[in-house]
């Protein structure tokens, strides 16, 4: 396994690797670091696609808000490298930010997500939050230049707008989306969940419960999004729920869910930590 920290490493590589095996296929798995199984396996799905994979571990500080945890994310390194090793990698790229923003913020060119895309949910308490996600995911892209990149299904609204930027700008990419992994319990693995105690594990779990719940009622014939919500919502009291909502792929409010372009979105806090979920229907 190679390790790149600098931008220009990481280009020679690329060169190199793309004229001496010009029908070789790269996958990039972009991550902020503190892998969990979650990652893995999208590290995992990228080797059964691709010929060579790429995993970048960076705290993109553009993605969050001035009151966000940046400076406590989870750093975990040498974990991570030891992962990524141990699953067959065959490049981590590793940056210090004056590596991916080399230029002071008021020189850097910037990038708008669609609004009707970013300022919904998540956006709407992480204002500019997605144009960071896609500033630095077309970074990534025109660095690594990927055949594929794997993206989770568990940040399901991201997914959804590196999609469109794919499609809006004609990137020759495939986005290949992975599903959630979970721990035994049903709670969705996330590097966030480092910050919760015992208790608040169990607690936190009322989360996934939601969305069986919801599975169970849309199953029963159950179609009104207003009705999904109160079954929902009964599961989650106690928890501090930031929105439950019921969306096409394009985020917009369904009355009704429509099988096959219905995503159903949970945020709660749990101990203050922001936990998000999700169930593509
Ligand atoms: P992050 O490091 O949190 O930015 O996540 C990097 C990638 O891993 C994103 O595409 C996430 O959607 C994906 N990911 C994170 N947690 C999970 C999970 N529990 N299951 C599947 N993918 C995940």
Not at 218 to 233: C, F, H, T, V, Y
Not at 250 to 277: F, M, N
Request: hydrophobic share 40%; aromatic share 8%; with cysteine.
């Amino acid at each position: 396994m190679q390790v790149f920290t600098t931008t220009q490493e990481l280009r020679e590589f690329i060169a190199q690797y793309k004229s001496q095996n010009p029908t070789k296929t790269i996958g990039l798995v972009p991550t902020m670091g503190a892998l969990h199984k979650g990652h893995l396996s999208l590290i995992e799905t990228s080797r059964a696609h691709c010929d060579c994979t790429i995993v970048s571990l960076f705290v993109n500080p553009t993605q969050f808000g001035a009151n966000e945890d940046f400076s406590q994310y989870p750093r975990k390194k040498e974990a991570d490298l030891h992962i990524c090793n141990k699953a067959g990698v065959n490049v981590v790229f590793m940056p210090e930010i004056e590596q991916m923003y080399p230029l002071d913020s008021t020189l850097q060119i910037t990038f708008n997500a669609p609004k009707a895309m970013a300022n919904v949910l998540e956006g709407k308490t992480r204002p500019g939050h997605f144009n960071g996600v896609l500033q630095i995911v077309l970074k990534l892209f025109n660095l690594v230049r990927p055949n594929k990149a794997f993206f989770g299904q568990k940040d399901a609204q991201q997914l959804l707008i590196v999609q469109k930027m794919v499609q809006d700008l004609f990137l020759p990419i495939q986005i290949i989306p992975c599903p959630i992994v979970r721990n035994e319990e049903g709670l969705a693995l996330s590097s966030r969940n480092a910050y919760l105690s015992a208790n608040g594990i169990q607690q936190a779990l009322k989360i996934s419960a939601s969305l069986n719940a919801t599975t169970k009622a849309i199953m029963r014939g159950i179609k009104e999004s207003q009705e999904l919500k109160r079954i929902a919502l009964e599961i989650l009291e106690g928890l501090e729920v930031e929105y439950f909502e019921i969306v096409n792929h394009e985020l917009q409010p369904l009355e009704q869910i429509q099988k096959d372009s219905t995503l159903i979105l949970v945020v709660a806090r749990v101990e203050g930590v922001r936990l998000l979920d999700n169930l593509w229907f």
